[in-house]
């Protein structure tokens, strides 16, 4: 897919998780932490049927969503703080 193509799915709200492959994706110079965390069974499921359907694994799922509501947060912090 051509990088316009691209961004012009993510403009138009569409999924495109689909087109990336998340589980090479890190942010330059970063290291890495292990971290174990327990999750209720119910949330398991969402996770592994989202994961699915948009073709990553749970964790890449977990990473990218958490990433997503962290940059949200700083940047709210940034414009309000």
Known sequence: MKA???DKEFDDG???????DLSKAKRA?????????????WMVDS???EASRV???RQSIIKVWLAERIESIDHHHLKHG
């Open 4 to 6: 316009s193509d691209f």
């Open 14 to 20: 569409n999924d495109v998780f689909a087109n990336l």
């Open 47 to 49: 996770l592994d049927r």
């Open 55 to 57: 073709g990553v694994t």
């Open 29 to 41: 110079m970063q290291t890495t932490k292990r971290v174990n965390v327990d999750f209720p069974e």
